[in-house]
């Protein structure tokens, strides 16, 4: 149940990938310019406008290669680096805007690029240092630069004469289509990242406030266990002197054994809790075929709910992976396995299929089903639908159980009655390594 979210360690390296594609943009941009203005006799530095955009090339080349080097050694892209990068960008632009008219060119523009990309990708000094930069670089521009002839294309129209364009103009109308498809595409990548990143950083809270209720529950229940240890000694005295008593009872020697099973099996239950407390998982090492570790699961549930008919589907022959035991795993189908069973007293249906990669459960009930709100508040901590009044924690540590190895839990209404419960469970964290 749970979702693949964006990460704080995927976030640089997007942003890293989209200043790529970016500067991709602009490259093409300059170079189809340059190429027309060539073509309409327009005199320009050929030389140095050529090495600026092979500049913004080169650092293009050096932002790929970060990008595959930290991908196969699992590094992080740092802030410093983009802000080098930046750097770099706006050098290069300052260059080509040197040598191609200086304040008066109609690309000018593209120093907020690298402001943009700052201002929604670094810490605000960083920001605010590239901001200066380019401030300063366009003021520079005013005053030192290499002025270029304010010429005019000539376009034919048939039957029209000539219309005299005016470069500059042309280059401003260039300047505004290429603006809108770069915020358009780029800056609107960027605003969905950082919407991406608000998501993880709620995920994970969500997670913090999951680890201090499951912490509290823990606190709890071993409290729970130390307090209840006494009673239970006193029940379990007094129930073996009354099976002492009533020898010539068969009848009330049959209840009181029920009643000793029980008051062991509260016993044991608390001791693993104080016992096993924090352990998870049994001994490093220790497994068990899945098949055998369900029927160990089904065998235990029968012994604590003997009265409720248990039907079991499962493959007879194929025992399955072996897979480390967990005692919380068994716990969690002993939970569903309640619920169904107080739902219908009487019968219960299980049935497991498993392969190499994922077990599936299925456990079916007779009852009345899940209502619209009850199936809206389910899983929530401490609420219960139960006439009884349950303390409401079965299906949360079930799903909070299935969660950590990225399994599924659904509870629907079945279609001729009952509530079918479905586990799915990926087996690559429990898969034993032999």
């Known amino acids: 149940m749970l979702a693949n979210q964006p990460s704080l360690f995927n976030?640089?390296?997007?942003?890293?990938?989209?200043?790529?594609?970016l500067r991709s943009v602009v490259m093409v941009c300059l170079s189809l310019v340059m190429f027309i203005l060539r073509q309409a006799s327009v005199p320009l530095p050929v030389l140095p406008l050529s090495l600026a955009i092979l500049a913004l090339g080169l650092l293009n080349l050096v932002a790929w290669w970060r990008l595959k080097h930290t991908q196969q050694t699992n590094q992080a892209i740092t802030q410093r680096e983009l802000l080098l990068q930046l750097l770099g960008d706006i050098t290069a632009l300052s260059v080509l805007f040197y040598f191609s008219g200086g304040y008066s060119n109609p690309f000018i523009w593209m120093y907020l690029l690298p402001?943009?990309?700052a201002a929604v990708a670094l810490r605000a000094a960083y920001a605010w240092l590239i901001a200066s930069l380019s401030i300063t670089c366009y003021t520079l521009l005013m005053f030192y630069h290499v002025p270029l002839s304010h010429l005019h294309l000539h376009t034919r129209m048939d039957g029209q004469g000539s219309v005299q364009l005016d470069i500059h103009l042309v280059g401003m109308w260039i300047g505004f289509v290429v603006s809108s498809v770069i915020v358009a595409i780029f800056i609107a990548r960027i605003g969905q990242n950082l919407r991406d990143y608000d998501k993880t950083i709620a995920a994970v809270r969500e997670q913090a406030l999951e680890s201090e209720r499951m912490l509290a529950l823990a606190t709890l229940a071993t409290s729970a266990a130390h307090e209840l240890g006494t009673p239970l000694a006193t029940m379990a005295v007094v129930s073996k002197e009354l099976s002492q008593e009533y020898t010539n009872q068969p009848a009330l020697l049959k209840q009181l054994e029920i009643l000793q099973k029980q008051?062991?099996?509260?016993?044991e239950i608390l001791s693993s809790i104080t016992r096993n407390a924090g352990q998870t998982r049994a001994d490093a090492g220790q497994g068990l075929p899945i098949g055998e570790f369900l029927l160990e699961a089904i065998q235990r549930w029968r012994d604590t709910r003997p009265?409720?008919?248990?039907?079991?589907n499962m493959p007879s022959m194929a025992v399955g992976p072996i897979i480390l035991l967990d005692r919380t795993l068994t716990q969690a189908i002993l939970n569903l396995l309640d619920n169904a069973a107080d739902a219908s007293p009487a019968r219960v249906i299980f049935?497991?299929?498993?392969t190499e990669k994922i077990l599936t459960i299925q456990i079916r009930d007779f009852g009345p089903g899940l209502t619209a709100e009850t199936k809206r508040?389910?899983?929530?901590p401490f609420f219960t639908s139960k006439n009884d009044g349950g303390m409401g924690l079965g299906v949360y540590l079930t799903q909070t159980t299935l969660a950590r190895y990225e399994g599924e839990l659904s509870l629907n209404n079945h279609a001729a009655g009952g509530v079918l419960t479905m586990v799915k469970l990926p087996l690559d964290k429990l898969k034993l390594a032999l």
């Open 115 to 117: 402001i943009t990309v």
């Open 351 to 354: 049935e497991a299929n498993w």
């Open 377 to 380: 508040k389910l899983g929530t």
């Open 263 to 267: 008051v062991s099996r509260c016993k």
């Open 307 to 312: 009265a409720t008919e248990l039907v079991v």
């Open 11 to 21: 976030a640089a390296r997007l942003n890293m990938q989209r200043l790529i594609m």
